[in-house]
């Protein structure tokens, strides 16, 4: 074999010459990637992978409200103009056709003749459809000018009036309950809330755990605090998620308490008999398809708000054999501590066993052993 500055490769295509220090893309890489990141449940940022085969024709009023509350703020505001035009639109234009019917256009029963001919339009002062719409916001908006008034020759009018009133009140409601729920939403508060971008898994006390690392950028403290994890395992042969895999894991948090969320917390799950991790060593995370779910759930202290935060771990995210670095330190100038965020994910290597926690407990069992406990006195 040549070990000179180049070697040679064999692909499918043919035989391709790798230079040492030079990155050689393979064919396919860009893709790979994008479908590696499209395989997520659940993307770094929290989002969620996951959409619902529905008719999409067939959607009842809860999901537009929902959806108005967490669109743009843009597109919100919107839709409200859009709804407040279309009902006074339909509204003055049902008051235009019920006074047409009567006559009240005519040009002998226009209001600057009605002295003469004694006629009684069903609302004073209508000209015409411009009238009819200035009306609609009138009773709408419960703003009167003096001049259009209802009379008592057309019932109609009097019960459109009713219904205009009772479908403008119900869409106030509706409009202060969606913007007091936009206004109050925790969202942009997740965003303050970093979780690390790798998780590691080393040994603690004679014990393999999975480790990883949140804080919190703001000031304002998140109380009651409760870290949940959850693992996803797909169907190897073909990458098809498996249900009933979905596992919940036994997480603690190890500098603080639960009440009380002082600095960026380590969430540390113990892999024991009990844990899907347990059979698991390095080389098998390198073979598996798994995806890591966490949530970070608390209530604000400022605002009594409840907050969750979301992000997730795939098989290329775990790093076996490292450990998170500090990134707390004292500032004797300013003396108060410092939380450096830039070093939330700073993992460093450290001695770990390749094998599984199932191997390695088995191996502490053996050696626990000594030479007297099998050697029976004479």
């Known amino acids: 074999m040549d070990c000179g500055d180049e070697w040679t490769q064999f692909t499918d295509d043919g035989v ?49 409200i929902v959806a108005l509350v967490e669109a743009r703020w843009r597109w919100t505001l919107l839709n409200f103009c859009s709804a407040f035009l279309f ?37 004073k002062n209508f000209y015409g459809f411009t009238s009819a719409f200035l009306f609609s916001i009138e009773v709408d908006t419960t703003v009167a000018y003096g001049k ?28 202060v309950g969606i913007l007091f729920a936009k206004l109050t939403r925790p969202r942009g508060r997740t965003k303050t809330i970093l979780f690390s971008r790798h998780a590691v898994i080393n ?43 979905q596992i919940e894991l036994n997480v603690d948090v190890d500098e603080c308490e639960s009440t009380f969320f002082l600095w960026p917390i380590t969430v540390v799950h113990q892999i024991d008999e009990s844990s899907p991790f347990y059979r698991l060593s390095a080389a098998d995370l390198l073979c598996c398809k798994l995806e890591i779910l966490t949530v970070f759930e608390g209530v604000v202290e400022s605002t009594g708000q409840p907050v969750q935060a979301r992000s997730s771990f795939t098989e290329y995210d775990v790093f076996w054999g490292h450990r998170f670095a500090s990134m707390v330190g004292y500032n004797t100038s300013r003396m108060m501590y410092e939380v450096d965020f830039s070093m939330l994910s700073e993992i460093q290597q450290v001695d770990t066993p390749l094998c599984s926690a199932c191997e390695y407990d088995s191996l502490l069992l053996t050696l626990s052993h000594t030479p007297d406990d099998y050697y029976e006195p004479n």
């Open 148 to 175: 259009r008034a209802i009379t008592l020759e057309c019932p109609q009018t009097i019960t459109t009036m009713c219904l205009q009133c009772i479908v403008s009140s119900i869409f106030q409601a509706v409009m």
């Open 203 to 245: 040994l603690r006390n004679d014990k393999f755990c999975l480790i990883f690392r949140v804080g919190d950028m703001r000031k304002s403290r998140i109380l009651n605090i409760r870290p949940k994890a959850y693992v996803i395992r797909y169907k190897t042969e073909s990458k098809v998620l498996d249900i009933s895999d």
């Open 87 to 123: 009902i006074w639109l339909f509204f003055g234009v049902l008051y235009w056709i019920i006074s047409y019917n009567h006559g009240d256009f005519a040009p002998e029963n226009l209001p600057q003749n009605q002295s003469t001919s004694n006629f009684t339009a069903c609302v």
């Open 16 to 64: 391709s010459v790798i230079k040492p220090g030079v990155y050689q893309p393979r064919l396919g890489d860009q893709h790979a990637n994008i479908q590696r990141r499209n395989m997520r449940v659940m993307f770094k940022n929290g989002d969620i992978n996951i959409c619902h085969k529905r008719n999409r024709r067939v959607q009842d009023f809860s999901n537009y």
